[in-house]
């Protein structure tokens, strides 16, 4: 078993898709071992995007990020970083397979519901920016 990291974006909570998304993933196959509901600082949206500082949407997506509540969870199951990214389908709803958290909830790319740990490093980077140890279980 691995963890990885998934966070229910602005768009997602305010549209009240939230629950939907947990059961999605539970129903996928995932244990919930740590759950939140945070309002980022900037000044934590700029940290925990910093790996995309030179793009041309980091500003955006700080900015996007830093607008409402936000969902971070931790999530268990076997090959758990591979598994996500294939349960929340493509960054850009319009090319996600249907069933996939993105194809369901998802607006656009910029705002696309869900984010999900791309490696098994940044999983444990981006898990301990939220959670402290013991506040995972498991």
């Known amino acids: 078993m691995s963890q990885t990291l998934a966070i229910i ?12 998304i947990v059961a999605h993933l539970e129903s996928s ?14 000044a934590q949206a700029r940290s925990f995007y910093e790996v995309h500082r ?7 997506l700080v900015a996007f990020m830093t607008s409402g509540p936000c969902i971070p969870i931790v999530l268990e199951a076997e090959n ?11 960054t850009d709803p319009a090319q996600a397979v249907e069933g996939t958290v993105r194809r369901l909830y998802a607006e656009s790319i910029e705002r696309n519901a869900i984010h999900g740990s791309d490696s098994d490093d940044n999983a444990r980077r981006e898990i301990a920016f939220f959670f ?7």
Not at 32 to 41: F, I, K
């Open 80 to 90: 758990a970083v591979a598994r996500l990214r294939e349960t929340i389908g493509a």
């Open 9 to 20: 974006k602005p768009d997602a909570t305010g549209a009240g898709h939230a629950g939907q």
């Open 132 to 138: 402290p140890g013991s506040e995972v279980l498991g």
């Open 29 to 42: 196959g995932f244990a919930v071992r740590a759950l939140r509901m945070t309002t980022l600082t900037l």
């Open 54 to 60: 030179e793009r041309p949407f980091y500003s955006s």
